[in-house]
């Protein structure tokens, strides 16, 4: 499955560890990495500084969907169910 232009849930839904330009500690699940801009498109997409986490997404149905409300709803999921209690 290629990944849906424009859909962005990729960079909303999950949280991110890793160092990102404009997001030095990374970023909390549920909120907008700053490099996606108003079309929902990776600004840094291509680029050494883009965390190897996003490089290493591979858009599948399980996790995508058929729609980005499904994917915002599936990678939410996905987060809730694998992150650690603290």
Known sequence: ???RA???ACCIAPSISSPIPGMPGGKPAG???VQLDANN???I???PERPAVCSAFQ???YVCGRNTAEALQL???LEQSTSVAV
Do not use: D, K, P, S
């Open 75 to 77: 990678i939410g999921w």
């Open 59 to 61: 858009a599948a149905e």
């Open 1 to 3: 499955m290629n990944c």
């Open 45 to 47: 997409f291509g680029q």
């Open 6 to 8: 424009g859909c962005g």
């Open 31 to 33: 909120v907008r990495c």
């Open 41 to 43: 498109h990776c600004l």
